[in-house]
């Protein structure tokens, strides 16, 4: 089992299934739209503008699971994201990360790759998992790393 056996729905009410990214690295991200790490939009942004092409694709996740920090419905929520930061990478329907409600993807994340001392726990928005092009979890980034600080991570990620 890997990233690419499972499926999202998208901001529209799309369902999308993963496998479609198949070959391409991922970042997925749980995302807030009224958080205080929230200005990573840009950076998140910057890094999908200037790797798309080369193979990266940024997978953001809205969730309201922390502080209500998403409390807006999906139309709110692109439209915050377009306006603000421009965001042209996907944008998922708003899922939870933690709990029996959880996604599959993010049981999924959460176990390949936990957190400090083991922990599976999502503990805030933008935690972020660098997915390799055959679906595996290769790393997880804690939400106050910035886009920026992973970028050599990705280009490592992208040449193999």
Not at 18 to 44: D, H, M, W
Not at 50 to 57: A, F, K, N, Y
Not at 132 to 141: A, E
Request: net charge negative; with cysteine; aromatic share 12%.
């Amino acid at each position: 089992m890997n990233v690419f056996d499972f499926q999202a729905t998208s901001l529209d009410g799309e369902p999308v299934d993963l496998a479609q990214y198949r070959g391409k690295i991922l970042l997925v991200v749980n995302t807030a739209s009224k958080c205080g790490f929230t200005p990573q939009y840009e950076g998140l942004e910057a890094l999908y503008r200037e790797l798309h092409g080369r193979g990266l694709e940024v997978l953001g996740f809205p969730c309201n699971q922390f502080g209500s920090q998403e409390p807006g419905s999906e139309a709110d929520i692109g439209a915050f994201c377009k306006k603000n930061y421009g965001v042209s990478f996907p944008m998922f329907a708003k899922v939870d990360v933690n709990g029996d409600a959880a996604h599959p993807l993010w049981k999924y994340l959460k176990n390949a790759a936990p957190g400090v001392l083991g922990t599976e726990g999502i503990k805030w928005n933008f935690t972020k998992f660098l997915v390799g092009r055959d679906g595996t979890v290769l790393h997880r980034y804690a939400p106050q790393t910035k886009p920026q600080d992973i970028a050599g991570d990705i280009e490592r990620a992208l040449q193999q």
